[in-house]
Nanobody, 120 residues
Framework: VQLQASGGGLVQAGESLRLSCTASENVYSIIAMGWYRQAPGKQREFLAAISSGGVTNYGNFVKGRFTISRDAAKNTVALQMNGLKPDDTAVYYC???????????????WGQGTEVTVSS
């Protein structure tokens, strides 16, 4: 399974970006998809997740600025980021809990990351 993330870039403080991540088609089911980020010299941190039923969960420091959404038919998850700050500069990774078959266990997959840089 491959997760392809896109949408990163260089923006100024206060601007918005929309990240997107698509899982390859050879997936039996996607249990949940989410986003994490890792800034230079820091640990990877949780941003948001959305379940197959549409239940969302956010990291405390992004709630209200970031919105996660999912298009189940396209195996895609998006992260709308508003009011970006220089502290949001990081590599953003998408994540998915998937099943490759009805009798197989849930596996965790990671995308390659997309870089977001916010200038002041």
């Amino acid at each position: 399974v491959q997760l392809q993330a896109s949408g990163g870039g260089l923006v100024q403080a206060g601007e918005s970006l929309r990240l997107s991540c698509t899982a390859s088609e050879n997936v039996y089911s996607i249990i949940a998809m989410g986003w994490y980020r890792q800034a230079p010299g820091k640990q990877r941190e949780f941003l948001a997740a959305i379940s197959s039923g549409g239940v969302t969960n956010y990291g405390n420091f992004v709630k209200g600025r970031f919105t996660i959404s999912r298009d189940a038919a396209k195996n895609t998850v998006a992260l709308q980021m508003n009011g970006l700050k220089p502290d949001d500069t990081a590599v953003y990774y998408c994540n998915a809990d998937i099943k490759l078959g009805p009798d197989l266990a849930v596996s965790e997959c990671w995308g390659q990351g997309t870089e977001v840089t916010v200038s002041s």
